[in-house]
């Protein structure tokens, strides 16, 4: 019987990983500390205008910092958020808004509340539990509503990008079966044994260059104003 060509199960919920965050995934877990970190400066200032909704400093630190976390775990809790840190996060935040935007015009990709729960519990989670949590939403002067809202545009972002592309990443039986011949020396275990990882290898990498291309496109028509530092576009 023929095999589900659905991306694998991560596929869905690490969408905007794949295209939008690919320039912090290196300081995900590294001890290096960066020359000059932004957390420690009190001002807080406009950093872009996206559709004409400012995003603040705070703002940026805040949703780089919770985004981190689901990445990486509790131990990216300490790490520095430096200006490189915070521009690829900016990238990442100007993707889901704008795709998010175009959603609400069409009142298309709703986040239900149970879901949105589920993902403030999965982060408490991550944190180590209510406590923790409180003391995280604390330290950012920001409350729980702020987190689902957050959290509600991630996942709203994710779920738009993936209904575009999902379809389009899927690969078929004569695909796998050629990239095995062309890298047999890769699988000893043989074809049957290695199918269904050559699969999922093959729709991440189809995956992650589509979801690239329909940000682009998305991005191509959006009004966003980024202001000093951030003036420029995190390299890839």
Same mark, same amino acid.
């Given at each position: 019987m023929r095999e589900p060509m659905s991306p694998p199960r991560w596929l869905g919920a690490d969408t905007l990983w794949l295209a939008g965050w690919l320039s912090l995934a290196p300081a995900v877990g590294t001890a290096a500390t960066p020359p000059a970190t932004m957390e420690g400066r009190v001002a807080d200032r406009v950093v872009a205008i996206i559709e004409g909704q400012v995003l603040t400093l705070s703002e940026l630190r805040f949703e780089a !910092? +919770? @985004? *981190?976390?689901? !990445? /990486?775990?509790?131990?990216? #809790?300490? *790490?520095? #958020? $430096?200006? $490189?840190? *915070? !521009? /690829? @996060? %900016?990238? #990442?935040?100007?993707?889901? !808004?704008?795709q998010v935007l175009n959603a609400d015009r069409l009142q298309a990709f709703p986040a239900e509340p149970a879901e949105v729960q589920a993902r +403030?519990? @999965?982060?408490? &989670? +991550? %944190? /180590? /539990?209510? &406590? @923790? *949590?409180?003391?995280f939403l604390s330290r950012h002067d920001v409350d729980v509503q702020g987190l689902e809202r957050v959290l509600a545009r991630g996942l709203r972002a994710e779920r738009i990008l993936d209904s575009r592309i999902r379809l389009r990443a899927q690969v078929g039986e004569t695909e796998v079966r050629r990239h095995f011949e062309q890298n047999a020396d890769e699988y000893p275990q043989g074809y049957e044994a290695a199918r269904a990882a050559i699969r999922e290898k093959l729709v991440r990498e189809r995956y992650g260059a589509l979801a690239a291309e329909e940000l682009a496109q998305v991005r191509a028509s959006a009004q966003v104003r980024r202001v000093a530092p951030f003036a420029r576009e995190a390299s890839r």
């Open positions: !910092r +919770v @985004a *981190l976390l689901q !990445r /990486g775990g509790v131990q990216a #809790l300490e *790490l520095p #958020l $430096d200006e $490189d840190t *915070l !521009r /690829g @996060a %900016l990238e #990442l935040i100007i993707n889901q !808004r704008v +403030v519990n @999965a982060f408490q &989670a +991550v %944190l /180590g /539990g209510e &406590a @923790a *949590l409180k003391q």
